[in-house]
């Protein structure tokens, strides 16, 4: 007589779990997308990256797509908090390079290196329409901001200007309060909020947050000029950071940034048109060229 095989419930079961982790597995590997190279961002930061819906797009995104393009490289970018990144890109691990409206400083410079500007930028106020503060003709001096509470984004320019003048500048020993957040958007929210006066915030991302708040408005931030000198703007350049072992991404990045703001026939660059795209404000340009 021929011997029945049982197979007790705990063993089906083991079974049944183990097959469950090896399709499992086999779908993950199967979809799992591996890339060259990892690109940082901080996604709030229009118009050079923003969340439209749950994708990240904006100027510093069709860079970074071009010069994938160029290198026939898949890169990634991810969002991480602005004051990490370049610490990230330097230390090589977990960031190859890092794209966020980044300003050239020497400190910065010994961390990693630097594609060729391609964006030039004045600090501006953000401020309550109906609260402005002392007006030169078209711009605000920091002597303006003194004994104001005021924010920028942490780890930004605007921030660091902010913290130097607070510290030891202009506005030091004059009781101005400083505050950092994570973003430029949540500074000047803290403006509606009453938790600062006004705000210090990059051009264009002044220039968008107001446009979004009918309530807010924003002038360029200037330094006073010395001995008789004219007053002039805080400015800073904006390049892509890059892991310094990484120089064949270093001239891929040179190269399309060079290609972009070239100036066609009527003084307008790619990299213009791009700015002004995702400012929302194509319609005005094509009508400006009729």
């Not at 010994?110 to 002392?134: G, H, L, M, N």
């Not at 703001?261 to 094509?286: H, N, Q």
Request: proline share 3%.
């Amino acid at each position: 007589m021929a011997r029945r095989k049982f197979f007790s419930a705990e063993k089906i079961i083991v079974g049944l779990i183990l097959v469950a982790v090896g399709v499992s597995t086999f779908f993950f590997v199967k979809d799992l997308e591996f890339y060259d190279y990892i690109v940082e961002t901080n996604a709030f930061f229009a118009p050079f990256e923003f969340y439209d819906n749950r994708q990240i797009v904006g100027v510093d995104v069709e860079i970074i797509n071009r010069v994938a393009e160029k290198l026939n490289k898949k890169i990634e970018i991810k969002n991480v908090e602005f004051d990490v990144i370049i610490d990230n890109v330097a230390d090589g691990v977990i960031a190859d390079a890092g794209a966020a409206g980044l300003t050239i400083t020497p400190a910065r410079e010994e961390k990693v290196d630097f594609s060729i500007p391609y964006y030039t930028s004045t600090q501006y106020v953000i401020y309550k329409k109906d609260e402005a503060p002392e007006m030169q003709e078209g711009y605000i001096l920091w002597d303006a901001l003194a004994g104001k509470t005021i924010g920028s984004q942490t780890g930004s320019t605007g921030y660091l200007f902010m913290s130097d003048e607070a510290e030891s500048g202009v506005l030091a020993n004059t009781n101005t309060v400083t505050k950092g957040f994570d973003s430029h958007q949540l500074a000047a929210d803290a403006i509606g909020a009453h938790i600062i006066d006004c705000a210090i915030a990059d051009e264009l991302a002044a220039q968008f947050i107001v446009e979004k708040n009918q309530g807010l408005a924003a002038q360029p931030l200037y330094y006073r000029g010395e001995d008789g000198e004219p007053d002039y703007p805080a400015e800073e350049s904006y390049a892509i950071a890059v892991n310094k072992k990484h120089t064949e991404l270093l001239e891929a990045f040179n190269e399309v940034l060079t290609e972009m703001t070239a100036k066609d026939p009527k003084g307008i660059s790619e990299m213009d048109r791009l700015i002004i795209k995702y400012m929302g404000l194509s319609e005005e340009l094509e009508e400006e060229n009729e």
